[in-house]
């Protein structure tokens, strides 16, 4: 797996590869982490998930992480 650190640069070099003006150059994926898991195994996760997208469909994969609240639905404070 390559790894690119500008999401901007990687989604142009994916646009740019591509040949037909119609392609789809992108899917959007969006899966929730399960309570509990801390930023590295949520990190962990998200990689596996995102590797297991690109063998299956042969596509680019840009990975974000995302807290949406600081409190979790059992009310504990996830984010400081």
Not at 13 to 31: C, H, L, T
Not at 37 to 62: C, H, W
């Amino acid at each position: 797996m390559r790894r690119a650190s500008d999401p901007a640069q990687f989604w142009n070099a994916v646009e740019a590869s591509e040949k037909r003006k119609d392609a789809q150059v992108a899917r959007d994926y969006r899966i929730p982490i399960p309570l509990g898991l801390d930023d590295e195994r949520a990190g962990q996760l998200a990689e596996k998930l995102a590797r297991f997208i690109m063998g299956e469909l042969g596509t680019p994969v840009s990975v974000g992480l995302h807290r949406d609240a600081a409190v979790d639905v059992l009310g504990q404070v996830t984010l400081e």
